[in-house]
């Protein structure tokens, strides 16, 4: 008689996990409960938020007791800054950031400032009102997760509910009575379908949009324009950027105050502007903001060099 084919570890584990490739992943017995801890982190994650410019450059240029402007003895006039910079990305393409006036600060290349939460958001995909948050850079793959895992789960419960139906429907012979001996399948399968359509979609949309390396905001902007995708780096290495790149981290919400004062107000952390900060004194100029390009452009190739 054949020797039969050895068992794994997983397969004679006598707990109640869940395993999935070959026992290399292990989940508990409520392993559904992910699905509420994506959301949480979802909702409860920091989506990409731009510090404000806590010394607007129209304020900057009209002190007084500044010695880095020559004003020739004259009460120096605020500078209109223009609306819009356009900041070169790899040599080659233009982009053009704008200046808000909320945050009083140029937008670093795909920011927007949401209308809901009132901020300036790095990578701004959308304002989900179902999490009760905005999807940017620092949670976007947090929402990718949540909504694909509910798709996963929907279907996971159609299939078994129309199981549980057919088992039914052998049972007694016709699928009526089959639909009345399990009432309950059938209402899930329904509730389910339906919101299956909403969270599958969604999840299919949102893989088109990883693919392409675009945001749901830069999708329906440029919708119907002929638009260079500017970001776009192949499939795979898109992919790669969204679920396997570090994310910077963000602002320290639980820190006091005064520390968030002695940042630099244009919301960009530069290496000038580190180093600048890192002495301590809290009466350094701050660094004009129509200057704020270059430093656009600093930020944009130093992200490009992180995710490499």
């Not at 054949?2 to 490739?21: E, I």
């Not at 392993?31 to 806590?54: E, H, M, Q, W, Y």
């Not at 949540?146 to 699928?175: I, R």
């Not at 999708?219 to 970001?231: A, K």
Request: net charge positive; charged share 25%; aromatic share 10%.
């Amino acid at each position: 008689m054949a020797n039969s084919k050895p068992k794994r570890v997983y397969q004679t584990w006598k707990g109640k996990n869940k395993f999935l490739c070959n026992g290399r992943l292990v989940f508990g017995p409520d392993a559904k409960s992910l699905v509420l801890l994506l959301l949480f982190l979802t909702s409860a994650r920091d989506p990409g938020i731009v510090p404000r410019n806590l010394n607007p450059p129209e304020e900057e240029i009209v002190d007084e007791s500044s010695n880095s402007v020559d004003t020739g003895g004259r009460t120096p006039t605020p500078i209109a800054l223009p609306r819009t910079k356009e900041v070169i990305i790899d040599g080659v393409i233009v982009v053009k950031v704008k200046y808000c006036d909320t945050c009083k600060l140029y937008r670093p290349p795909r920011c927007s400032h949401c209308s809901v939460c009132d901020n300036c958001v790095e990578r701004f995909d959308h304002h989900c009102p179902w999490v009760g948050q905005c999807i940017g850079l620092r949670n976007y793959r947090y929402f990718i997760l949540f909504v694909s895992s509910s798709a996963l789960l929907c279907s996971f419960v159609v299939a078994m509910s129309a199981l549980n139906v057919k088992l039914q429907m052998d049972n007694y012979g016709t699928l009526w009575k089959g639909v009345k001996a399990a009432p309950a399948s059938v209402i899930l399968m329904a509730y389910s379908f339906f919101f299956l359509w909403f969270v599958g979609g969604l999840t299919c949309f949102h893989l088109f949009l990883i693919c392409t390396n675009q945001t749901t905001y830069e999708n329906f902007r440029y919708r119907g324009e002929d638009h260079i995708r500017v970001y776009d780096k192949g499939c795979l290495k898109n992919f790669h950027q969204v679920f396997c790149t570090n994310v910077k981290p963000g602002i320290k919400f639980h820190a006091y105050a005064q520390e968030n004062e002695r940042r630099p107000s244009n919301g960009l952390n530069t290496p000038e502007s580190e180093a600048r900060y890192s002495g301590g004194d809290q009466r350094v100029k701050v660094e004009d903001d129509r200057e704020i390009g270059g430093d656009l452009l600093q930020l944009s190739q130093r992200r490009d060099d992180e995710e490499v």
